[in-house]
């Protein structure tokens, strides 16, 4: 499985943008995900998608701003970040699972995450 994140850029404050990340493999079973690293900061999760697409999880944070989809048919998840805050800067990298025991888990440790794209950067004005 291979991941490809796309979509970052530089937008203003309150603005908005929508990420992208393609596979190339069979994702549809694996649930996915979204994490961000901040320069000088740990990477932290962002949200994430059950492998059925029953359930999604987001940081506390973004809960109401962001909003984690997937297209199976695509092989293709997206993130929309609206509202967007100076302290969303940061890399984003979206991750595919480790085969999971549960169709409806979203794990948010990154050790459970065995396949990351390259990351794409989001920059945040004031």
């Known amino acids: 499985v291979q991941l490809q994140a796309s979509g970052g850029g530089l937008v203003q404050a309150g603005g908005s943008l929508r990420l992208s990340c393609a596979a190339s493999?069979?994702?549809?079973?694996?649930?996915m995900g979204w994490f961000r690293q901040a320069p000088g900061k740990e990477r932290e999760f962002v949200a994430g998608?059950?492998?059925?697409?029953?359930?999604?999880d987001y940081a506390d944070s973004m809960k109401g701003r962001f909003t984690i989809s997937r297209d199976n048919a695509k092989n293709t998840m997206y993130l929309q970040m609206n509202s967007l805050k100076p302290e969303d800067t940061a890399v984003y990298r979206c991750?595919?699972?480790?085969?999971?025991?549960?169709?409806?888990?979203?794990?948010?440790?990154?050790?459970?995450?065995?396949?990351w794209g390259q990351g794409t950067l989001v920059t945040v004005s004031s």
């Open positions: 998608i059950s492998r059925n697409d029953a359930n999604t």
């Open positions: 991750a595919a699972s480790s085969p999971l025991p549960g169709m409806g888990w979203v794990p948010r440790t990154s050790q459970l995450y065995a396949y």
């Open positions: 493999g069979l994702v549809s079973s694996r649930a």
